[in-house]
């Protein structure tokens, strides 16, 4: 049986995305600190579709435990999803550095850690896919969140040049970019219903681009059209905003 | 935020929790005055509304499953498409569907829904074995036909008002392909309809789709279909995989559609595609497009526009159906006001207290919300009353409290179960007070 390694498998779209890789035979890895809930999501899944699965607690600011968890893994992975992040608290983020540095490590340096692990592994086996969940919110930055925006900035080009890197060893890295989805992140916030998609939408995006070989995607589409409309207006008068 | 079941109407403001562990649930429930549980909100009308939902989608873990007896045990919040997704590549169908598999296991149970199967196989009820409910002060009771039997029946059909169903365990069938070996017969008006569905009780699956414009000798013309799940040897070297389907279609609606849009005249196209589509005869169909005929097209409910529409579900005892039905039908008819679905079904007997089906035929109607349907509906009221019948709670968003007691003759009990266990009186939802449930 082939594996998928899910990393920040607490998030809204783990769930969904394991169904739809279980579902056409995959084995299931769920790594995340929230370890009872990976049990139960990992016990559903195994009676679902009748697929080996297993939970692993994983941090991915702890990086020095990187590589031992990935050594630990009973098979290793065919394919790594990584969908950790946080959002964090922008003006405690202002105000002190140790909360900055919190959301730099959960978007960005402990993601660069545990997919170069990964990434050895499989350039040496000359196969495997790597996914990278990033953000629209990386491609500008906007006074209400731009520490996250700006790791994700750093993360979508690292997923890049990771790319670029493992082409020639047969390794397929797919950057995703979600606008607003329907989860626990953004829970109590408003955004606007008809472009917010929901976990189980951006799942079924990730799976078949996956499965189709894509390099990048956004989910739903049309964010590429919005997110180039954005991306015209100057900075001169972005700066002017008050952006959310 | 703003909230709405199916009907689209009534749009209300509301609290809604989404806990995700058991104890969240306990949270909610302790803390809240009054509140009612809600999950994927295929009601039609106002059971699950109320100031404060809880809502049981995060609750949504499937728990254990047993192969031997296909006894599935699961979280409230589960869906039926979910079930249905996982289990049918694996041979096992759920004992009893309604028309939509965007339904949840906590939701088919507080409505105790039936489906095209009733006449053979009950209610979903019939096939619960046991249920964890949590009551208003917090605590889990485990409940089933030996245990805490008197809160399991209040609470099979019992709309919510017992409490938080947390966990299901039940009984799925084995299925040896996901098609339907379908039959159609055309019944050229009510009396015919009848008498087909009485010649045909040996079928596991029976509902007829009724043209309610038709008048005179074809009043009640219908299509009857009937159904039984294909055995591998009927779909023999069709299919290479018979349990597996391709990805079925969705068709959205994506916005209201104007409220002229659904009037008599589209009304009876509609109504014409679909005896033209029904051709009498022999036929293999997907399990989907057998009993979720509008499932394909997502948020169907946009069609009748903001205003919103209302389902008018009835079920007459079989001594009064064939007179009942044609007075209802003749009421329809003369008013003009054309449903765009008219389903006619065959009901088998029935336990519990508040659940819906009794023996005899129950009619489903789906009327836009305008003054004139709601006085239509309260004359149909008048009609089903004097012939012994009741309305479908699941459906009801309009029902007065006399015409609620005159229908369910054992509410009375039901109440004193619920105060037994519902001491402070927690779990209530706008429809519980509008028909004296509280």
């Given at each position: 049986m082939k594996y998928i390694l899910i990393i920040g498998a607490g998030s809204d779209i783990a769930r969904p995305l394991a169904f739809l890789y279980a579902k056409s035979g995959y084995g299931i890895y769920l790594a995340s600190r929230s370890y009872d809930q990976l049990v139960r999501d990992a016990n559903d899944i195994k009676i679902r579709y009748n697929v080996d699965t297993a939970a692993f607690t994983f941090d991915?600011?702890?990086?020095?435990t990187h590589q031992q968890f990935y050594d630990s893994l009973p098979v290793k992975p065919a394919g790594v999803i990584c969908l950790a992040g946080s959002l964090g608290d922008q003006q405690k983020s202002e105000q002190n550095f140790d909360e900055a540095q919190i959301v730099l490590d959960a978007n960005f340096t402990g993601l660069v850690s545990i997919l170069h692990i990964i990434a050895a592994d499989f350039e040496k086996r000359k196969e495997g896919f790597i996914v990278g969940v990033s953000s629209?919110?990386?491609e500008k930055g906007r006074k209400s969140n731009y520490v996250y925006a700006s790791a994700k900035a750093g993360f979508t080009t690292f997923l890049s040049g990771l790319r670029n890197r493992l082409y020639s060893a047969n390794v397929q890295v797919m950057t995703v970019h979600p606008g607003f989805i329907r989860t626990k992140m953004i829970e109590g916030r408003t955004t606007p219903g008809i472009i917010t998609a929901s976990p189980e939408e951006v799942a079924r995006d990730i799976f078949s681009a996956q499965q189709s070989g894509k390099d990048f995607i956004y989910s739903k589409w049309f964010w590429r059209f919005i997110m180039f409309g954005f991306k015209m207006i100057p900075e001169s008068i972005i700066k002017k905003l008050d952006l959310k | 935020m703003k909230v709405t079941n199916w009907g689209n109407y009534p749009v209300i403001e509301a609290t809604v929790h989404t806990p995700s562990t058991i104890n969240d649930v306990r949270t909610v429930v302790t803390s809240s005055p009054e509140l009612i549980a809600r999950g994927l909100?295929?009601?039609?009308?106002?059971?699950?509304?109320?100031?404060a939902i809880v809502s049981t989608l995060r609750l949504n873990h499937i728990l254990a499953f047993d192969e031997q007896s296909g006894n599935i045990t699961c979280e409230s919040g589960v869906s039926f498409a979910e079930i249905l997704d996982a289990f049918v590549p694996r041979g096992w169908f759920v004992p009893v569907t309604p028309g939509t598999k965007f339904i949840t296991v906590g939701g088919a149970i507080a409505s105790d829904v039936h489906g095209k199967n009733h006449h053979i196989a009950g209610s979903f009820s019939a096939h619960l074995q046991s249920m964890k409910v949590m009551l208003h002060d917090g605590s889990v009771v485990l409940c089933s036909r030996d245990t805490h039997p008197d809160l399991f029946w209040a609470t099979c059909g019992g709309m919510g008002l017992t409490g938080i169903i947390l966990e299901a365990t039940f009984r799925m069938v084995r299925i040896e392909t996901a098609y339907i070996r379908q039959r159609i017969v055309k019944a050229k008006n009510i009396d015919a309809a009848i008498d087909a569905f009485e010649a045909n009780k040996h079928w596991t699956y029976s509902v007829a789709w009724i043209d309610c414009l038709s008048k005179g000798d074809s009043l009640g013309r219908s299509a009857l279909i009937l159904g039984e799940h294909a055995t591998k040897q009927e779909v023999g070297y069709r299919y290479r995989d018979p349990l597996k389907i391709d990805k079925g279609i969705s068709i959205p609606v994506p916005l209201f559609l104007?409220?002229?849009?659904?009037n008599t005249y589209t009304v009876k196209i509609f109504n014409g595609l679909v005896n033209a589509k029904y051709i009498q005869g022999d036929s293999f169909v997907e399990y989907g497009p057998f009993?979720?005929?509008?499932?394909?097209?997502?948020?169907?409910?946009?069609?009748?526009?903001?205003?919103g529409f209302t389902q008018y579900q009835f079920v007459l005892p079989k001594e009064t159906s064939r007179v009942g039905l044609r007075k209802v039908l003749e009421r329809i008819s003369l008013s003009g006001?054309?449903?765009f679905l008219a389903v006619l079904k065959l009901f088998g007997k029935q336990e519990g207290l508040l659940s819906f089906p009794q023996e005899g035929f129950t009619l489903a109607l789906d009327f836009a919300i305008s003054p004139t349907t709601l006085a239509l509906l309260g004359e149909l009221d008048e009609l089903v009353c004097e012939h012994g019948g009741r309305l479908y709670l699941t459906k009801d968003v309009r029902m007065t409290k006399d015409v609620f007691e005159k229908g369910y003759s054992q509410a009375a009990k039901f109440l004193t179960t619920k105060n037994k266990f519902d001491t402070q009186k927690k779990f209530q939802s706008l429809q519980s007070k509008r028909i004296g449930l509280s």
């Open positions: 991915v600011t702890q990086t020095t629209v919110a990386g | 909100g295929r009601c039609y009308g106002d059971s699950s509304l109320n100031t104007p409220d002229f849009v659904l009993f979720y005929p509008l499932d394909v097209f997502s948020d169907w409910n946009r069609i009748y526009g903001k205003r006001e054309g449903s």
